[in-house]
């Protein structure tokens, strides 16, 4: 059996960046993308930092990756489905002491809960920033280079500059966008990270806000308060009776339009 390359014993992640450097000639971005190649062989962790609810899915005795990020930061999107309305994205750095309880995915969380958490996470994270990109923005490009590009904006927002991004799923771009600051990929992390369950959190409830306070008002027809964009029998009918409006993604209505012709 092949002997499992182990990562280096490395303290924080400026030793970790130089050492790489110094050695390999990596680059710190060049280090980060080592470091997911380790955690995609299920040869480290993710660092300590953001472990309070880390679930353990890792085979037993795997060496934890013992890099440490100063300021840590939980980044991930809301509405990337919908027929309507921006694609929000959250950036958060929270104390490493910080226990929430109740803080998980936004998505199995109640909106009663996850309006309670909107408070409590803005009220105590160091740092925080909300972005979006509109439905215009989209449709000039398509929605995974929006999703970067709502995050970019989230992490540029910050008024800490991150040392390191965990970024919720696999993807960090697209055709035309990259996530520009240092960072890993997390598949799943909004249920496995602490800061990015509560980046989740803020782009949800920031977004759902703004279907309801925003869109519902401006277009009340639509209903759009109660679907908040998605592709629901309602929505459907709705377009059917009125038409899109300048909120709707029109490349997400392709298929609704062939059937109209």
């Given at each position: 059996?092949?002997?499992?390359e182990?990562?280096?014993?490395?303290?924080?992640?400026?030793?970790?960046?130089?050492?790489?450097?110094?050695?390999l000639?990596?680059?710190?971005q060049?280090t980060?993308?080592?470091?997911?190649?380790?955690?995609?062989?299920k040869?480290?962790?993710y660092?300590?930092?953001?472990?309070?609810y880390?679930?353990?899915?890792?085979?037993?005795?795997v060496?934890?990756l013992?890099?440490?990020?100063?300021?840590?930061?939980?980044?991930?999107a809301?509405g990337?489905g919908p027929?309507?309305?921006?694609?929000?994205?959250a950036?958060?750095i929270l104390?490493?002491?910080?226990?929430?309880?109740?803080?998980?995915?936004?998505k199995?969380l109640?909106?009663?809960?996850?309006?309670?958490?909107?408070?409590?996470?803005t009220?105590?994270?160091?740092a925080?920033?909300?972005?979006?990109?509109?439905?215009?923005?989209?449709?000039?490009?398509?929605?995974?280079?929006?999703?970067?590009?709502?995050?970019?904006r989230?992490?540029?927002?910050?008024s800490?500059?991150?040392?390191?991004?965990?970024?919720?799923g696999?993807?960090?771009h697209g055709?035309?966008?990259?996530i520009?600051?240092?960072h890993?990929?997390?598949?799943?992390?909004?249920?496995?990270?602490a800061?990015?369950a509560?980046?989740?959190?803020?782009?949800?409830?920031s977004?759902?806000?703004?279907?309801?306070?925003?869109?519902?008002?401006?277009?009340?027809?639509?209903?759009?308060a109660?679907?908040k964009?998605?592709?629901t029998?309602?929505?459907y009918?709705m377009?059917?009776?009125?038409?899109?409006?300048?909120?709707?993604?029109?490349?997400?209505?392709?298929?609704w339009?062939d059937?109209?012709t």
């Amino acid at each position: 059996q092949e002997k499992a390359e182990k990562p280096p014993a490395l303290y924080d992640l400026i030793t970790l960046q130089r050492e790489a450097n110094r050695t390999l000639g990596y680059t710190a971005q060049q280090t980060l993308d080592y470091l997911q190649t380790l955690y995609e062989k299920k040869l480290c962790t993710y660092p300590r930092t953001d472990s309070r609810y880390l679930t353990d899915d890792m085979e037993a005795g795997v060496p934890a990756l013992t890099a440490v990020a100063a300021a840590l930061c939980g980044v991930d999107a809301a509405g990337a489905g919908p027929l309507a309305g921006p694609v929000y994205a959250a950036a958060v750095i929270l104390p490493g002491e910080l226990d929430l309880p109740g803080l998980n995915d936004s998505k199995k969380l109640t909106p009663k809960k996850r309006e309670t958490l909107f408070d409590q996470i803005t009220a105590a994270a160091e740092a925080y920033s909300i972005a979006f990109v509109t439905a215009e923005e989209i449709d000039q490009m398509d929605i995974l280079n929006a999703r970067m590009l709502a995050m970019n904006r989230a992490i540029g927002g910050l008024s800490v500059p991150p040392d390191l991004c965990l970024i919720d799923g696999n993807r960090d771009h697209g055709s035309a966008v990259a996530i520009t600051a240092p960072h890993l990929c997390l598949v799943g992390g909004d249920g496995k990270s602490a800061s990015i369950a509560a980046a989740s959190i803020l782009a949800k409830v920031s977004r759902d806000r703004y279907v309801t306070d925003v869109l519902d008002r401006e277009y009340p027809q639509y209903q759009f308060a109660r679907h908040k964009g998605y592709g629901t029998k309602l929505h459907y009918a709705m377009l059917d009776q009125y038409g899109p409006c300048p909120a709707h993604r029109r490349t997400f209505l392709k298929k609704w339009e062939d059937k109209r012709t």
